[in-house]
């Protein structure tokens, strides 16, 4: 093996091909790129869905005076159901984690702290506010063994699952995740063809000394390397630049402008990226390799 | 060296076989003419000698080996021993003299030194030497068959296959290149060289063997070019 004879073919077999070569890595970047982001907003949406998850909890509300549910019939919740509630709650640990107990003035007072700024204010009084047991589940997805225990009993008015109303946020982005994995997968597929047909071309420009070295007797694996090489080059440089561009859609994108603005939420760490950015090289190299060995084995047959 | 055992080869879109129950041996050290007129089957024999078709019937041995049984990977080495001349010479035309033989060691993996020392050495031997910086289209067809031969005999290959090598030159340069093939065969490589030069053979009196449509007609030792002359 002589590594600067085959290093010399690559250079020229490159310079040769420019135009394709550059059309190589632009796709390569391009659907990598789109690949890249996918897997960025689909560890952005796990990472959201462990801080929020964390933090949301099943509300039981019970009956308040004017509630008109069919399971407040009885009017307001006396103190005897209210035990009861808690003590079933208290039965069904360790699923459920935590429990706690927001009384009509607790309520009150967080009410009027949320809408401190809001004329709301002052046409509720205390008594419409209901009280509840806020709980805290170990496995938040479990939702149902706690509603389907608790929805329609006599005192309880509602149960209410903050997970319902975050997993609508998260189906959003979730789509819009798959979206772009689809977009990335078609133009997968495109980066795919075009390496095949340059290939094509630089096996056919080349075919004068491919045919020369089977003569003399070079092994397959010696006519194919600078090709494989030269694609698995373009492969890699479009993919240094889709890398970069991750780099900078997490440095700025999210960094500068999104987690500024959204500081209620948490954002993807670097060490996703990190994990992303090898994932990208070696579908770009891998791909491009595979697709050029395959393309060869049928224009440089022995 | 080489030998054909009831070999035919029907193309899959032919009418009628390229080679049709073909029998032959080549021993070592021989000098051997294929003649007959185009489509006789020429070309196809050689392919066959450098498997790069395989026969649809019968077996084929080159070198102690049987081809249909040689597996894929094995077949750079069985080309390595063996030299190949066309009638187009096939150099590569920005490339020098030097660089064109040099190819031929640089791919199948030579390290540089020992390329700095043959690449020399066969340009001296096709009487080359001092052309080694020119390219082909600095050079007369003579010179640059010397190349392509002197690029097929840089491994001191066991034998040397030659597809009318002088198809395309005129009749005092072929004289030439005969001398030399002469001269390598005389180095003891084995040499099979199909043509339609009839001068040629008459001149060199060597083996030679006729194919027509398929069938070998005629396989004489010391021989002419056609019984009708």
Known sequence: MRATFVASEVGNGLRRNLTMTLAVIITVAVSLGLFGASLLVRAQVSTMKDFWYDKVEVSLFLCSKGSDTPSCAGGQVTPAQRDQIKSDLESLRPLVQDIYYESKTEAYARFQDQFKNSPIVDNVNESELPESFRVKLADPTKYDVVASAFAGRPGIEQVNDQRQILDKFFRLLGGLQLIALLIALVMLVVTVLLIVNTMRVAAFSRRRETSIMRLVGASNFYIQLPFLLEAALAAGLGAILAIGALILMKSVLIDQVLAPSFQFTAFVGWDQVLAIAPVMLLTGVGLAGLAAFFTLRKYLRV | ?229
């Open chain 2, 1 to 229: 060296m080489i030998l054909f055992d009831h070999v035919s080869k029907v193309y899959p879109t032919a009418q009628r076989p390229a080679l049709d129950d073909v029998s032959l041996e080549i021993e070592k050290g021989e000098f051997i003419f294929l003649v007959g007129p185009s489509g006789s089957g020429k070309s196809t024999f050689l392919r066959l000698v450098l498997r790069e078709e395989r026969p649809t019937k019968g077996q084929v041995w080159v070198l102690g080996k049987e081809l249909n049984r040689l597996s894929n990977w094995k077949i750079p080495a069985l080309r390595r021993q063996v030299g190949t001349v066309f009638q187009d010479f096939r150099l590569l035309p920005n490339k020098t003299v030097f660089e064109n033989v040099a190819f031929a060691l640089e791919v199948i993996g030579k390290p540089s030194s020992h390329i700095k020392k043959v690449v020399p050495e066969v340009l001296e031997v096709v009487g080359l030497d001092g052309k080694e910086g020119r390219r082909p289209d600095e050079l007369s067809g003579g010179e640059q068959q010397r190349v392509a031969i002197a690029r097929a005999f840089v491994n001191r290959p066991m034998l040397l296959i030659a597809d009318e090598p002088t198809g395309n030159l005129d009749p005092g340069t072929s004289i030439g290149i005969m001398k030399l093939l002469d001269r390598i065969n005389k180095l003891g490589t084995t040499v099979v060289m199909s043509t339609h030069d009839s001068q040629i053979v008459d001149q060199m009196r060597r083996r030679v063997v006729e194919l027509d449509t398929g069938h070998i007609v005629r396989d004489q030792s010391r021989g002419v070019y056609g019984y009708a002359r």
